[in-house]
């Protein structure tokens, strides 16, 4: 931009001089946050664009910032681009809060009948949440779906222990809540073998349950069955 002047003075002379005046553009800087929304507790990352240099309100000197706030948050970010000249941006990060971690009352925790439900409780169970049941090994057992009052049960496919997985979820927001049940009868396998009950690495004596047998084996001590 040239910009002109005059000056005339007492005598009737006129002085004109004109300067050149250089304008630097603003940068455009633009601020993103990924993944947004998150889920309290997870983290994500700022990404500020648009300039050369950048500082982010309470936070570092970078393009990047990853971040974990307890609450939604808004955060700015100022740009400054070659010439000195800057503008700021500013991004919001929506925070779902997670539901509270299922409690499992009524847990039946061995699994000695296959093909009888065994029942469970969710004790603070809300309809404003949605409930998955998991078992691992999947192969193990049919969980049924949570009613409208927390309850659920497990069919035991095959005798033998697993993992019950319960999660509480407020849409993608998840709680989790494991719990285990153990197999109470013995392992079938041939030859010779360790019998395991659900409460010991050995057998003890007495013994009450299900010893599966196909092999020979030594019984090195006495036994009450």
Do not use: R
């Amino acid at each position: 931009t040239v910009v002109s002047g005059t000056a005339i003075y007492n005598t009737g002379c006129t002085v004109s001089q004109s300067v050149n005046i250089t304008v630097n553009g603003i940068p455009t800087v633009t601020a993103t946050a990924s993944p947004n929304p998150i889920c309290a507790g997870q983290t994500s990352t700022l990404t500020a664009s648009g300039a050369t240099n950048y500082s982010w309100v309470g936070g570092p000197p970078t393009a990047t910032y990853t971040v974990s706030p307890a609450s939604t948050t808004t955060y700015t970010v100022t740009g400054t681009n070659s010439n000195g000249c800057s503008s700021t941006a500013s991004t919001t990060i929506t925070v779902n809060p997670l539901p509270p971690t299922p409690i499992i009352t009524s847990v039946n925790t061995t699994a000695c009948t296959t093909g009888t439900p065994l029942s469970y409780t969710i004790s603070n169970y809300n309809p404003a949440y949605t409930y998955q049941i998991s078992i691992a090994p999947t192969a193990v057992g049919t969980a049924s779906a949570v009613d409208a009052t927390g309850n659920f049960t497990v069919t035991w496919n095959v005798n033998t222990g697993a993992t019950i997985n319960v999660s509480a979820c407020n849409g993608t927001c998840c709680s989790d809540n494991s719990f285990v049940v153990a197999a109470c009868c013995s392992e079938n396998v041939d030859g010779a073998i360790t019998v395991v009950n659900a409460n010991s690495s050995s057998l003890s004596s007495p013994y009450t349950g299900i010893i599966y047998i196909n092999g020979t084996f030594t019984i090195d001590q006495n036994f009450t069955f």
